[in-house]
């Protein structure tokens, strides 16, 4: 069967990860979480202290940093410079930093050449908020999931207050509109649906019922 490149595109907390997740596995393809790749930098800059506005210690701290995923107990782990960063990258400081550095038109540049790079044999599910607009414009497949944004804090939370447990809803769900206002309003490669991608709502759909609506338009592409 022809190997094609799917991206999923959408706001923090559509559904994104899980579901890209699911339909690689579904598909025995690679998946791709370009977030993470947005997280890894803002997490090396942040201990670094390279602040935003050096370009040129920003450009030196992305070229000299390798990012890498590897399984591990059939989990997806992200290693940045040989070191395991999987939980380090999921704090809510880092899910802001990465909104912040991700604006960063040397970070762009940079991360677009290395999901290019990821992405070049096809057989992917890449998740991202700009794949099927700049990173994988000619994906075969493309989607983009957009849930209420009560829905998405509520799917946050509920991740959330098992390690927080004086986390607010609220609090979660101020977050979640902060981070949608910078990663779509940003001039470069904003959170955008890309002409041909299919929407799908996924506020009152359960993750399975979203696998399957996407692997139904997967076997008319192939
Ligand atoms: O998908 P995520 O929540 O892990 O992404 C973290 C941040 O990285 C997000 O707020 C914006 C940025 N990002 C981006 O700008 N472009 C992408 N393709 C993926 C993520």
Do not use: W
């Amino acid at each position: 069967m022809k190997k094609i490149t799917i991206v999923i595109d959408g706001p923090a907390g559509s559904g994104k990860s899980t579901v890209s997740q699911k339909l690689a596995k579904k598909l025995g393809y690679t998946y791709l979480d370009s977030g993470a790749l947005y997280r890894s930098i803002a997490l090396k800059a942040s201990h670094k202290k390279v602040k935003s506005q050096n370009s040129q210690q920003l450009y030196r701290l992305c070229k000299n940093s390798i990012i890498a995923f590897k399984k591990k107990e059939g989990k997806q782990h992200v290693f940045l410079d040989h070191k395991d960063i999987t939980q380090k990258i999921r704090t809510r400081k880092i899910s802001l930093l990465a909104s912040l550095y991700s604006k960063l038109p040397v970070v762009r540049k940079a991360l677009l050449y290395q999901q290019q790079k990821l992405g070049k044999k096809g057989g992917m599910v890449a998740e991202g908020r700009d794949l099927g607009t700049v990173v994988f414009p000619k994906a075969e497949l493309k989607f983009f999931l957009i849930a209420s944004l009560k829905e998405r804090a509520k799917r946050r939370y509920l991740e959330l207050k098992e390690k927080f447990k004086k986390i607010s809803l609220r609090h979660i769900e101020k977050e979640i509109q902060k981070r949608d206002k910078e990663d779509s309003k940003r001039a470069l490669a904003p959170l955008k649906k890309a002409k041909d991608a299919i929407s799908l709502d996924t506020t009152s759909l359960t993750i399975d019922q979203v696998v399957s609506r996407m692997y139904k338009e997967f076997l008319k592409r192939v």
